[in-house]
């Protein structure tokens, strides 16, 4: 692949029927979309699944079309980033050779140019005729980066900034103090997209450590977290919090109980702002999920308060209330459906067993046998390469995200904090101090 912007993610989400009339340039790429066709007629609904950059024309944005009509010198809605940008050209890609068309119709992909801020994902329009299959991205892995030339590091870490703002779906961690770049991704073949990329348009050569699943955490109890940031002065911020277990998959509730007399309106918000913040990393460092947070009640000071007072106190109280109620760790699940020769359905039923894999009875199709069921992520890494050798090569295998469970007793995983811990409230005050006087 000449271009590791190409988002091997969104690719593997598009790989069953092609656009309508989509050239093969394109078709290597997205082919596969679900169902072509559409309504050009209708309001523009459209999905950027590519980019690249051309020197003299800035970003291109390669577009799968699901409904309306664009051209150029249209203005379009970018929903996801709600911005609108204009369409500059529009350019049908065959192979090597492309033209400009100057139209791009429902069914359809193409090359658009002036979509300067396009991101991979970005909705174009509305998403109503988006399927949502496209628009369920999920990284399940994390990786670090290593680059075999020490002087290459500032330019390993601008090159990966530039990739993560084109696709936001990895999530580019930096961590200055220890020289570390972690990103989220889907699976080998896009770590693979990534270190061509690297070697290919910034000339880096980049390798990637093996990688690991992506847990979260969640409040094993209901209970409550409490603040109060009074010292040193100047400062005054008091709050306290109700953390509470919530359904899987319901991600956080925010609510605010608060008096707007004790608690002024502007600091409320800076709180609701910066919860979510403080539940990226957890007791275990994993991502804080499913849970109802709600503010009961808050202090300010008329003299002594300043709107930063909350964004150091909120993760204090948060992480305080985590403590007490204690968080249980997920673990990411696939749906998978595997089909195989009969005359190996007991050994794969034995190894999907043993990779804690749930799945219903067997049904016989002909001389195969089809199962479906989960299988957690952390033990099937390696099921797709070995299912080859298990079955001779006559066994295929279907998988999607199907979300986040509780992760038996036995499995610890645990991540390494970025930062201070608030739980450390001395250190984590000092620090936060120091980093907003910096930025002030």
Request: hydrophobic share 40%; aromatic share 6%; proline share 7%.
């Amino acid at each position: 692949m000449d271009t590791a912007d190409v988002s091997a993610a969104m690719a593997s989400r598009m790989k069953n029927n092609p656009p309508k009339k989509a050239p093969n340039g394109i078709c290597e790429k997205a082919a596969g979309s679900p169902e072509a066709g559409g309504d050009s007629g209708a309001p523009v609904s459209g999905l950027v699944f590519k980019l690249e950059k051309d020197p003299a024309m800035g970003r291109i944005a390669y577009v799968r079309l699901y409904g309306g009509t664009l051209r150029n010198r249209d203005s379009v809605y970018n929903k996801t980033q709600d911005i609108q940008e204009k369409i500059t050209q529009i350019r049908i890609v065959d192979m090597r050779r492309s033209e400009d068309a100057g139209i791009l119709e429902a069914g359809d992909v193409a090359a658009v140019y002036g979509l300067s801020r396009a991101r991979i994902g970005d909705i174009l329009g509305t998403d109503a005729d988006v399927p949502g299959s496209l628009r369920m991205a999920v990284p399940l892995l994390t990786v670090q980066a290593r680059w075999k030339n020490e002087a290459d590091y500032p330019k390993v870490v601008a090159a990966f900034q530039e990739l993560a703002d084109e696709d936001p779906l990895l999530d580019l961690q930096w961590i200055p103090e220890d020289r570390e770049l972690h990103l989220k991704v889907m699976g080998p073949i896009q770590i693979e997209v990534l270190a061509s990329v690297a070697k290919s348009r910034f000339g880096l050569d980049v390798s990637f450590d093996p990688p690991s699943v992506i847990y979260k955490e969640t409040p094993a109890a209901a209970g409550e977290g409490f603040v109060a940031y009074t010292m040193p002065k100047p400062c005054w911020a008091i709050l306290r919090f109700r953390i509470e277990p919530a359904p899987r998959g319901s991600g956080l509730q925010y609510r605010s109980l608060a008096k707007p007399e004790r608690l002024l309106g502007s600091y409320q918000n800076e709180v609701e702002r910066r919860v979510p913040e403080a539940l990226q990393q957890g007791l275990h460092g994993w991502e804080v999920t499913d849970l109802n947070v709600t503010l009961l009640e808050g202090e300010h000071h008329v003299w002594h308060t300043h709107p930063l007072d909350f964004v150091v106190a909120t993760p204090m109280g948060i992480m305080d209330g985590l403590a007490n109620v204690g968080t249980k760790l997920l673990e990411p699940l696939l749906s998978f459906r595997l089909s195989v020769p009969e005359e190996f359905g007991g050994k794969l039923m034995n190894e999907l067993i043993a990779m804690r894999g749930e799945f219903e009875p067997p049904v016989l199709s002909g001389e195969r046998m089809e199962l479906e069921g989960l299988l957690p992520v952390a033990t099937s890494l390696d099921f797709p390469a070995r299912l080859g050798s298990l079955t001779k090569g006559r066994g295929t295998l279907s998988a999607s995200f199907s979300g986040y469970r509780e992760a038996p007793a036995e499995v610890q995983a645990e991540r390494k904090r970025r930062g201070v811990n608030p739980l450390d409230q001395s250190r984590y005050i000092l620090a936060v101090r120091n980093a907003l006087s910096q930025q002030g």
